[in-house]
């Protein structure tokens, strides 16, 4: 099946050095299972975790207006609050990339 569109948000972070990985993998799973599955646009997530404890997700998105419009919408719900409260914000960084179909 051929990707005709695809819009990727990738953050890098590490968590505060007072939560675990079961926390956070919890806080993840509640993402997962809440209103992201039916944001117009979403395609999925997947999480990467580096040796020296640093986490990188992957969001895939039909587009950035669908991705953009999502932003917004996660930091008011009760697991993006959640999220944000584990990350170690002075780590994180976030690029955004298009698919390029040559």
Do not use: C
């Not at 990738?10 to 944001?39: C, M, P, W, Y």
């Not at 990467?48 to 998105?61: A, V």
């Amino acid at each position: 099946m051929e990707v005709k569109s695809q819009y990727l948000e990738v953050v890098r972070f590490k968590l505060k050095s007072n939560v675990t990985t079961e926390q956070f993998l919890n806080t993840e799973n509640d993402i997962r299972k809440g209103a992201i599955k039916t944001q117009a646009g979403y395609q999925g997530r997947d999480i990467y975790q580096d040796t020296d404890g640093s986490w990188l997700i992957i969001i895939r998105w039909d587009d950035k207006a669908s991705a953009d419009a999502w932003t917004p919408i996660f930091m008011t719900l009760k697991e993006g609050q959640a999220f944000g409260g584990l990350m170690d914000f002075s780590s994180a960084r976030q690029e955004h990339y298009t698919l390029v179909n040559p």
